[in-house]
């Protein structure tokens, strides 16, 4: 009876793994988009090709008059609201920086409010891009909602873009790559 079983799992385990074997179509971790519409793609979100300058349609450096995101100075940088493993919304723990930030745009109003994000490297680059924009995004309502002008503000989604790769989700290094930095810019 014992091999029986033994002798039907490993049969179950053969048909199983064959199975996977002979999968048609995309695996399940391959969702980086492409150019065209596809089953993968059903929203038409950009491709690599298209993604080449920071943030998303319609908001980036070109719109910023300079602003370059790869060279921004430790001393423009006026708060940095860290974020959990693939999540958005603004933590406890990192409000009061969103509030100082508020703080230092309410006594500086000619400066711009350049909101910077990051991911980590795990994902793909869309989903990242994305991620990084929905990290801006939270910052920047949590940012109107304590009182300042939401046209002061600029999103820049870099998501994975200079982020330590091959590191471990728990380790200093990742935890630092996901942020918002808070840039003023004039």
């Known amino acids: 009876m014992k091999k029986a079983i033994t002798l039907a799992a490993v049969a179950f385990s053969i048909f199983f793994l064959s199975a996977c074997d002979s999968m048609d179509g995309p695996s399940p971790l391959d969702t980086r988009a492409t150019s065209s519409s596809n089953e993968l793609n059903p929203g038409d979100l950009p491709g690599d090709s298209d993604m080449?300058?920071?943030?998303?349609?319609?908001?980036?450096?070109?719109?910023m008059g300079g602003f370059n995101p790869d060279n921004i100075k430790p001393e423009d940088i006026v708060e940095t609201i860290y974020f959990g493993f693939d999540q958005y919304a603004v933590g406890a723990g990192e409000r009061g920086k969103v509030k100082r930030a508020v703080d230092f745009y309410s006594s500086n109003p000619d400066m711009k409010v350049v909101l910077v994000g990051h991911t980590d490297w795990y994902g793909t680059?869309?989903?990242?891009?994305?991620?990084?924009?929905?990290?801006?995004?939270?910052?920047?309502?949590?940012?109107?909602?304590?009182?300042?002008?939401?046209?002061?503000?600029?999103?820049?989604?870099?998501?994975?873009?200079?982020a330590i790769v091959d590191v471990a989700k728990d380790s200093p290094e990742a935890k630092h790559d996901r942020r918002v930095d808070v840039v003023k810019f004039k």
Not at 52 to 63: A, F, K, M, T, Y
């Open 52 to 63: 080449s300058d920071v943030g998303l349609p319609g908001r980036g450096i070109n719109d």
């Open 125 to 162: 680059e869309e989903y990242n891009m994305l991620l990084s924009d929905r990290r801006c995004k939270a910052v920047q309502d949590y940012a109107v909602s304590l009182g300042l002008d939401p046209s002061r503000i600029e999103i820049i989604a870099r998501g994975e873009a200079g």
